[in-house]
């Protein structure tokens, strides 16, 4: 019987050292996932017929965006792609650079879908007033980053569709969105 107990003893100290081995192997880094998408509204473009704030007479200009990011294109989430134990959504933030004046976007609407478009995540800005470096904060809502949190556990691909409309035609920038995440991996798995 007490061969039986050591032999128990010995098994579980063997089975516990693996197990936290196994965790001590853990890989854990940051990466980012950008999508730039440069926009342009032709001097000659055309109003939208509906004004975006009803109490004013103002020209409106539609315009939208669409960018896939591939999550193997990151050096380090491709290394690990396959042994991937968890992903965390820190952030998500939308840049508008480049742009040639300032203006106002109304009615934007930033949606993150995965490649099938099975799963969305959308926010809405009614109106920004934009200069260069004007930062969006996309906030964690509704359990808004648990599902791009899943597009990329998944290693779907991502798509970033923007659109919106903007005060003034003649115009140039550039929307660009960026994913804070942490990747945790274990090369063992």
């Not at 061969?3 to 880094?29: E, H, N, P, Q, Y």
């Not at 998500?92 to 969305?120: C, G, M, R």
């Not at 949190?149 to 140039?172: C, I, P, R, W």
């Amino acid at each position: 019987m007490k061969s039986v107990s050591k032999i128990l003893v010995l098994l579980l100290v063997v089975g516990l050292t693996t197990l936290g081995c196994k965790k001590l192997l853990d890989v854990d880094f940051t990466a980012e996932f950008k999508a730039d998408m440069p926009m342009t509204i032709a001097a000659d473009a055309v109003s939208d017929s509906t004004s975006a704030d009803r109490n004013t007479n103002a020209d409106w200009y539609p315009f939208s965006g669409y960018k896939t990011i591939d999550p193997a294109d990151n050096s380090d989430y491709n290394k690990y792609s396959d042994k991937i134990k968890s992903v965390t959504v820190n952030s998500i933030t939308v840049t508008i650079t480049n742009l040639n004046k300032s203006f106002i976007l109304a009615d934007v609407h930033i949606h993150v879908l995965d490649a099938d478009n099975e799963n969305e995540a959308s926010w809405r800005f009614p109106n920004v007033s934009v200069s260069e470096g004007t930062v969006l904060t996309l906030e964690d809502a509704d359990g808004k980053f648990a599902v791009v949190k899943a597009m990329f556990e998944a290693g779907h691909e991502v798509d970033v569709v923007v659109h919106g409309k903007t005060s003034e035609n003649g115009l140039t920038f550039t929307i660009t969105t960026v994913f804070g995440t942490k990747i945790v991996a274990n090369p063992l798995n």
